[in-house]
């Protein structure tokens, strides 16, 4: 494993390339919550206090808000509450940082809502299961954390998606075996799909305290799947597209690798994952190093916004790859400190 120095390094190279390319914070989208994210994790590791400027800033420009949260659907949209785990950090930096008043609203919609229907993807489970759960900390209120344990529970069991034998998930409903198999005849279990879930539940288990009632769920899923998804890894140290048909799209692939590298090594500083569990760290974050990290500081190998398993181009990139790159690079460096 490199030193602690050389990642703060990697951690600046990277992040200053993106910021110099993107010098506007751009809009609250997913793709915009999911860097910022990474971004913050990078001002708590280097104290560079350009990045945290740069996240206030967004946060600011939306007015603390969420995209397009003008309609009934877009307060339930999981997609668009992603941003809301960056606003509620930039309070928890600074208590005089923003408003919670649009992120109380929009949720008093959804809680007060009886269906439970809506979370037909599983992005979701990176994009709104930690911020509801923070919310559900913040406020002091359980209802949080009962209406996303139902919304989750639609995904896992109503719509079938997490497939306990392989331990895995469906993007959704479409990919379910009977619907679509790969070229050769196998299920269809997307890299960065799985990454999202793998993820979102650490970051899950991070926020929920350990006695609270659906705790130990969603830690037995993020085990199962851990395990699952380790001897899928290839010996470049990534994942492809196509998880357990990996000829399929025989490319390395950023996004995915980085998000279930991530869920890992916040894992293992969790006290959940033991020490093989680093040993895929290593090996991933050398291979991402060596492959998917230019020596400008842009990252490639990310597979373009997409719903199932595709191509690569070596050239893309993209916000959600580079903000969960940061948050890979900061669990390794507390990790360090912990050993030290």
Known sequence: MINKNEIKDLIIKTNDYWIKENPESGDCSWERGAYFIGCLAAYEITKNETYYQYALKWANDNNWSFYDDKSDWAYKNADYKICGQSYLKLMEIDP????????????EVVLKDTNNDYWWWVDTIYMALPYYNMMGVRMNDSRYFDKVYKLFLNAKEERGCYDEEMAMWYRDERFLPDKMLTA?????????????????????????????????EYLKIFKDMSKALLKWQQEDGFWRTSIIDPQEFDVPETSGTVLILYAYMLGINLGILDEQYFKAVEKGFDGLNKTAVFEDGKIGYVQVVADRPGPVDKNASNDYAIGTYLLLCSEIIKYIDSEN
């Open 96 to 107: 005089s940082n923003g408003t919670m008043e649009n992120m109380i609203s929009g949720m």
């Open 184 to 216: 050769s005849g196998k299920k269809v279990f997307w890299g960065r799909g799985n990454g999202w879930v793998l993820a979102g539940l650490a970051r899950t288990l991070e926020i929920l305290p350990k006695d609270n009632k659906y705790y130990n």
